[in-house]
């Protein structure tokens, strides 16, 4: 009886991961295919590249972020030892990532925002402040309160940036 139960909650599970597309391998696979933006043939090679940068393989890539239609979806939350500092990091994470793949260095607060929720991270209304502190990683742009508002990445931000990738895959074992 136990293993009749487990098959079917098993089958169950399977329904709702083919339904939202994240368990069912095919459909991961097919969405990574659409990541070519049409106005940008070389996109599997800007991944390549940046891979190399980081002297690490393609599939380790995937365990950091999954890409579609320029949205970047962070897998697993970034550590840090409290909620401003795993912003920050994040923050580096995303837009080194969006400044490397989609050669756009700005991130509109948002954005950031949307992704932190979605990785659990709170205190959201000290984000802006939190950046602001970091200038040697970030530059405030746009009016402050506004739907424009948001940051660019410095160089010194996308050289941390792209430790805080690496660190992140050793500690995840990749």
Same mark, same amino acid.
């Given at each position: 009886?136990?293993?009749?139960?487990?098959?079917?909650?098993?089958?169950?599970?399977?329904k709702?991961?083919?339904?939202?597309?994240?368990i069912n391998?095919k +459909?991961f696979? @097919?969405?990574k @295919?659409?990541?070519?933006?049409?106005?940008?043939?070389n996109?599997?090679?800007?991944i390549?590249?940046f891979? +190399?940068?980081l002297?690490?393989e =393609?599939?380790?890539?995937?365990?950091?972020c999954?890409?579609r239609?320029?949205?970047?979806?962070l897998?697993?939350?970034i550590?840090g030892?409290?909620?401003?500092e =795993?912003q &920050?990091?994040t923050?580096?994470?995303?837009?080194t990532?969006?400044d490397?793949l989609f050669?756009?260095?700005?991130?509109?607060s948002?954005?950031?925002?949307?992704?932190?929720?979605?990785?659990g991270?709170?205190?959201?209304? +000290?984000?802006?402040? +939190?950046?602001?502190?970091? =200038? =040697?990683f970030?530059?405030p742009?746009?009016?402050?309160?506004?739907k424009k508002?948001?940051?660019?990445?410095? &160089?010194p931000?996308?050289?941390e940036?792209?430790k805080?990738i690496?660190?992140?895959l050793?500690?995840?074992?990749a």
């Amino acid at each position: 009886m136990d293993e009749e139960i487990k098959k079917e909650f098993e089958k169950v599970w399977k329904k709702l991961g083919d339904i939202e597309g994240k368990i069912n391998e095919k +459909n991961f696979s @097919q969405e990574k @295919q659409e990541l070519k933006s049409p106005e940008d043939n070389n996109f599997e090679e800007k991944i390549l590249k940046f891979c +190399n940068e980081l002297d690490i393989e =393609r599939k380790d890539f995937d365990l950091i972020c999954y890409l579609r239609n320029k949205e970047i979806f962070l897998l697993k939350p970034i550590e840090g030892k409290n909620e401003s500092e =795993r912003q &920050v990091k994040t923050s580096l994470v995303l837009l080194t990532i969006k400044d490397s793949l989609f050669d756009d260095d700005f991130i509109g607060s948002s954005e950031i925002s949307t992704v932190l929720m979605k990785l659990g991270i709170k205190s959201i209304s +000290n984000l802006s402040t +939190n950046l602001n502190k970091e =200038r =040697r990683f970030f530059i405030p742009e746009g009016v402050k309160a506004s739907k424009k508002f948001g940051f660019r990445i410095t &160089v010194p931000g996308k050289i941390e940036g792209k430790k805080i990738i690496k660190s992140f895959l050793e500690k995840d074992g990749a």
